[in-house]
């Protein structure tokens, strides 16, 4: 498979618009693409419009490696701050653009290439290889979620989940004290010692562990009237504000932290009150994603919000609060020294020259990979894949030489864990 047929894969996934919606399309594209090279897979739908796909190559005689990935992205934002069309691939400067390109259309399409190159070389893996592309992992991992419940994760042995692991040298530390990551002191300053006299463009990293999640809104309600009558009526957003200056007291009041992903991290958050400006709004909604830690987990701090509320409520009888809790996931951790990891390790260098091979951290950020831990508590997990902090920003790219190189990274690790 030359470099061409792996941007023409990726063109036409950046160019199926799958935010938040129509994985379906992507779907049944590869479906396609897979038949074409006589792979059977199989469409689970999620929704009407969202679906998972699942294809297996293999004898069947041994241990089961699963390459995962999501088809849906973020939302392109406001589109005269990209630089190009954001579902036009666009390649400049060794890089390609797009939405999607690093998270995760690249990491989707290097499985795709990895999988059906070892699937036409009829090379022999002695066990199971097992291609997952999930529906709605950005917003509530519906489509992990349905696998699990379906029994497609049960038996999997290793999982490597192609997220976006790489970080652009001159971000290092700023990567490390934005909160996203946890790596421990030693390693950190041996890899800012090797980057200041690399020549490489990025360092991938293997994540081992990640935060859970937590999806909920706050809503207040509150008595419409004339604004020129403000008193006969009663401002949800003036309570709302009361409420969310609170809830942030609270989160930086919170005592627990872990060892590996250090503190709670409340999220980015979405505000929306009022009808029109010349009404006392009567309702005002704050949606929230906050990033858990094992040591206060979703239901905990459920607990704590509804208490909060409460309290508030309690305080002044017109404020009215209501707490809903759209989803949530737990907080993963897995040895960092797996066999899994430990393989990827080995195979890094051959493809990557960058200052470190792959070291293992722990971030904030949620992926599928709750969903195969929960499904299996021993699977081994690898979170390694091309791309990098560019995911939901606008010009979003994937260097080309990271995403050339996974390709043949993910086949020489599922032929030596299959062999």
Do not use: C
Request: hydrophobic content about 40%.
């Amino acid at each position: 498979m030359t470099n061409q047929d792996k941007i023409a894969l990726l063109k036409d996934l950046v160019a199926i618009n799958t935010v938040a919606n129509h994985e379906k399309t992507v779907a049944t594209y590869l479906h396609d693409y897979f038949k074409q090279h006589g792979i059977e897979s199989k469409l689970v739908d999620v929704t009407p419009d969202r679906a998972n796909l699942i294809a297996e190559i293999g004898d069947g005689n041994g241990p089961v490696l699963a390459f995962s990935g999501h088809i849906d992205t973020v939302h392109e934002g406001d589109v005269t701050t990209w630089d190009s069309d954001p579902f036009t691939l666009t390649a400049h400067d060794g890089k390609l653009f797009g939405r999607g390109a690093t998270d995760m259309k690249g990491g989707l399409a290097d499985f795709i290439m990895a999988f059906v190159s070892l699937h036409d070389s009829d090379e022999p893996l002695h066990g199971t290889l097992r291609f997952i592309a999930t529906a709605d992992e950005e917003k509530n991992e519906l489509g992990a979620d349905k696998l699990a419940a379906d029994g497609y994760l049960d038996d999997i042995d290793a999982v490597i989940i192609g997220e976006p692991t790489g970080v652009a040298l001159d971000e290092i530390s700023e990567y490390f004290t934005s909160g996203g990551a946890v790596i421990d002191s030693k390693t950190l300053k041996t890899l800012q010692k090797a980057v200041a006299t690399s020549k490489a463009l990025e360092q991938h990293f293997i994540f081992f562990a990640h935060k859970g999640f937590l999806a909920y809104d706050v809503t207040a309600t509150g008595k419409a009237a004339h604004s020129s009558m403000p008193k006969l009526g009663v401002d949800a957003i003036n309570h709302l504000i009361k409420y969310y200056q609170a809830e942030e007291a609270l989160y930086d009041a919170l005592p627990e932290e872990s060892p590996i992903m250090a503190k709670t991290m409340r999220g980015a958050n979405i505000i929306r009150g009022g009808s029109q400006q010349n009404s006392v709004p009567d309702s005002a909604t704050l949606t929230e994603l906050t990033r858990t830690i094992p040591e206060l987990p979703a239901e905990k701090l459920i607990e704590r919000l509804q208490a909060l509320i409460t309290k508030l409520d309690n305080e002044d009888e017109t404020m009215n609060l209501s707490l809903h809790v759209n989803a949530y996931d737990d907080a993963i951790v897995t040895p960092q020294d797996s066999e899994l990891i430990k393989l990827v390790q080995s195979v890094v260098p051959k493809y990557l020259d960058e200052p470190m091979v792959a070291p293992t951290i722990a971030v904030s950020l949620g992926t599928d990979a709750a969903a195969f831990v929960n499904a299996n508590p021993n699977v081994q997990l690898a979170i390694f894949g091309p791309g990098n902090t560019t995911a939901h920003k606008a010009n979003e790219y994937v260097e080309e030489q990271a995403y050339f190189a996974m390709v043949d990274i993910y086949q020489e690790v599922a032929k030596k864990y299959l062999q």
